[in-house]
Nanobody, 118 residues
């Protein structure tokens, strides 16, 4: 079974940086898309950054967050700089993965808390 394992969340002061990692494991034939969403208390889950044909970033994180990947490790990284209190949320890894054939399934990680506070 495919799993997404996240790491790197925590508490950071405003203006600080964090790096999130998400590794996909299991029966993976190809990864069609991979990235991060977040959900703040009382709000809907929203896109942060995601690889598709290129990289899509939320307007609120452009210029501050950078999504990168290591294809050999089936891993994506989210470098978050100049963090703001409004970046506080649970961050979820997301992927569209094929385990063979043409069927593509969506997967979510368990979530990692990012708290930006002084």
């Amino acid at each position: 079974q495919v799993q997404l394992v996240e790491s790197g969340g925590g508490l950071v002061q405003p203006g600080g940086s964090l790096r999130l990692s998400c590794a996909a494991s299991g029966p993976i034939f190809s990864i069609k898309s991979m990235g991060w969403y977040r959900q703040a208390p009382g709000k809907q889950r929203e896109l942060v950054a995601r690889f598709t044909s290129g990289v899509n970033y939320a307007d609120s994180v452009k210029g501050r967050f950078t999504l990168s990947r290591d294809n050999a490790k089936n891993t994506v990284y989210l470098q978050m700089n100049t963090l703001k209190p409004e970046d506080t949320a649970v961050y979820y890894c997301y992927a569209q993965i094929s385990s063979g054939g043409t069927y593509v399934r969506e997967y979510w990680g368990q979530g990692t808390q990012v708290t930006v506070s002084s």
